[in-house]
């Protein structure tokens, strides 16, 4: 079963991911604290992380490349208020596999999971 982690404040944008994507057949674990889930990410090793970018004091492109780090093949949803081309570049320059934009809608979580979600590694039969 695929697994994600959502980090947020917002209890509501938690309810809305993590009932859009329950009903899609992924567990999901929630969180307020950008610390536990870097802490999460490196334990569970979570198929996916949508993550609030206005959590970090350093800045939301800093949190996604810390939660890159911390497990290189979690694929990374960053949500945000403001998703210009500026702001969305700098997300994906930082590691997000896709940028969510407020008001989260479940078309919205759903469209950003799939784009996120991860390429199925196809094994060539041995000769």
Same mark, same amino acid.
């Given at each position: 079963m695929t697994h994600a982690l959502t980090i947020d404040l917002a209890h509501i944008d938690r309810a809305v991911i993590r009932l859009t994507l329950e009903r899609l057949g992924v567990s999901v674990t929630e969180t307020t604290s950008p610390d536990d889930a870097i802490g999460r990410v490196r334990l569970d090793e979570p198929e996916i992380v949508f993550?609030?970018?206005? *959590?970090?004091?350093?800045?939301?492109?800093?949190?996604?490349?810390? *939660?890159?780090?911390?497990?290189a093949q979690t694929r990374i949803v960053a949500i945000t208020s403001f998703a210009d081309g500026d702001v969305r570049a700098r997300l994906r320059h930082a590691g997000a596999a896709a940028v969510l934009e407020r008001p989260l809608t479940p078309a919205r979580v759903r469209y950003a999971a799939a784009l996120a979600a991860p390429v199925p590694q196809h094994h060539a039969a041995a000769a």
């Open positions: 993550v609030d970018t206005s *959590l970090s004091v350093l800045g939301g492109g800093e949190l996604v490349s810390t *939660l890159r780090e911390a497990c």
